[in-house]
């Protein structure tokens, strides 16, 4: 009996070994690993000054972080001209005064923001594997759901109101300008498709004229939000929601999106085209993750720093 079963055990604890290393390098080093990534956008209008834009995304914030509430408020120090927040900044029911600690420093300079899902409602415990199951049955969020029911509710309100009061502007499908340094940027959002809260018909109409530069931020990048800003010519697009597919393969890259865009285009800088238009797309990676899954592999967390360059 030794000799016919001691080498199948072995490799059965190996295979076990292996699997608890990697949940532990993935929930221990590098969920919590920020990075700042660093992109050139060449969308502004020829003579323009470049512009450095923050984005922030996918927080997700739970008491206790210290660690990401830190980094958060080092961003500070990057002196960006405006921060763009693309939501799901909570995680916790009560971590509002935690997140609003982190973001203190930046909310002093100018920003927008959207929310997402997670900003109205607290996170439910899911089989990972069902994101698979969705994206094979086309299914993701509302879109496609059942509607939800029992839905924990965040206490977004408190933090809506501390954005507004520090001058942030709330893009929740509307749209509003900043003046940063002479420059009168006009920005054009919406609330988050992944639960069917967008609605685009109150804001079509593409970039304002009389503005220096026009750009559109949403949470969750579908395909019907991407087609109609791209439709409507705006220059560039920044949304979050993916987290990068934070459970990704070595040298492949992401199973899913979580939404209905394809995978190649999961986080970082694309373009996206339709009807002979052509925008630019950044999706943020985001810098949390669901407190019931607290892992990321092949995917570390991030903020970008965006500069958006003349055209060439």
Same mark, same amino acid.
């Given at each position: 009996m030794h000799a016919r079963y001691g080498t199948p055990l072995k490799v059965t604890a190996s295979i076990a070994a292996v699997g608890a290393a990697g949940v532990a390098y993935a929930a221990g080093f590098e969920a919590r690993s920020f990075r700042l990534r660093?992109?050139?956008?060449?969308?502004?209008?020829?003579?323009?000054?470049?512009?450095?834009?923050?984005?922030?995304?996918?927080?997700h914030m739970v008491g206790g972080q210290r660690k990401k509430r830190a980094w958060l408020?080092?961003?500070?120090?990057?002196?960006?001209?405006?921060?763009?927040?693309?939501?799901?900044?909570?995680?916790?029911?009560?971590? !509002?005064? /935690?997140?609003?600690? $982190?973001?203190?420093?930046?909310?002093?300079?100018? @920003?927008?923001?959207?929310? #997402?899902?997670?900003?109205y409602?607290?996170?439910?415990?899911?089989?990972?594997?069902r994101y698979l199951l969705e994206k094979v049955q086309?299914?993701?969020?509302?879109?496609?759901?059942?509607?939800?029911?029992?839905?924990?509710?965040?206490?977004?309100?408190?933090m809506r109101d501390a954005f507004d009061a520090a001058g942030w502007l709330n893009l929740t499908n509307t749209r509003a300008r900043l003046k940063v340094n002479g420059v009168e940027l006009a920005?054009?959002?919406?609330?988050?498709?992944?639960?069917?809260?967008?609605?685009?018909?109150r804001v079509a109409g593409g970039p304002e004229a009389d503005a220096d530069f026009s750009l559109a931020v949403v949470h969750a990048?579908?395909?019907? !939000?991407? /087609?109609?800003?791209? $439709?409507?010519?705006?220059?560039?697009?920044?949304? @979050?929601?993916?987290?990068? #597919?934070?459970?990704c393969i070595p040298f492949y890259g992401a199973l899913v999106t979580n939404c209905d865009l394809d995978t190649k285009r999961v986080k970082g800088l694309s373009t996206y085209e339709t009807q002979g238009r052509r925008s630019y797309l950044h999706v943020s990676a985001g810098c949390g993750t669901n407190r019931f899954t607290p892992v990321r592999f092949a995917c570390p967390p991030e903020a970008t720093l965006l500069t958006l360059a003349p055209k060439a």
């Open positions: 660093r992109i050139t956008v060449p969308v502004l209008p020829a003579g323009m000054r470049p512009l450095r834009v923050l984005q922030v995304s996918d927080i408020q080092s961003l500070a120090g990057l002196r960006p001209d405006f921060v763009v927040n693309t939501g799901d900044n909570l995680s916790d029911t009560e971590g !509002v005064p /935690e997140l609003l600690d $982190a973001l203190g420093p930046l909310m002093d300079f100018p @920003g927008v923001y959207v929310f #997402g899902s997670n900003d409602y607290g996170p439910r415990l899911r089989n990972p594997g086309g299914r993701h969020g509302l879109n496609g759901n059942k509607p939800v029911v029992g839905a924990v509710h965040n206490p977004w309100e408190g920005f054009t959002g919406l609330d988050d498709p992944h639960i069917k809260r967008d609605r685009y018909e990048p579908y395909l019907r !939000v991407l /087609e109609s800003f791209t $439709a409507d010519r705006y220059p560039l697009i920044l949304a @979050g929601h993916t987290h990068g #597919g934070q459970l």
